[in-house]
């Protein structure tokens, strides 16, 4: 039997519900989507490496992975002028590593 009284009170959690759109919305976009695909194949790349690969400009690189960042759905480790990246461990990037294996 659903324990609605309990289902009622998770969908009351308004700021995971909003975090989890936002980052739903984050990867609905067709460049941040392909990095992140990029990311589940490579455990890190760089900045260039992402760019070169998806042939697009370095700033389109740069400004998508500052909004996945924001969102604490990669991480990034400087390496002097080069700046890598890679998945961090969520579960939101658990499900979109599951989902894109899968395709």
């Given at each position: 039997?659903?324990?609605?009284k309990?289902?009622?009170?998770k969908l009351k959690n308004r700021k995971a519900l909003l975090e989890c759109a936002k980052q739903f919305g984050l990867v609905?976009?067709?460049t941040r989507m392909k990095i992140c695909w990029l990311l589940?194949?490579?455990k890190e790349l760089s900045v260039g490496e992402i760019?070169?690969?998806l042939n697009v400009s370095?700033?389109?690189?740069?400004?998508?992975l500052r909004r996945l960042r924001k969102h604490h759905?990669?991480?990034?480790?400087?390496d002097y002028k080069q700046v890598f990246y890679s998945l961090s461990n969520t579960s939101f990037n658990r499900l979109l590593k599951k989902s894109l294996h899968n395709l």
């Open positions: 039997m659903v324990n609605k309990q289902i009622r009170k609905g976009d067709l589940c194949e490579y760019a070169e690969t370095i700033s389109v690189v740069s400004h998508s759905l990669v991480n990034s480790r400087r």
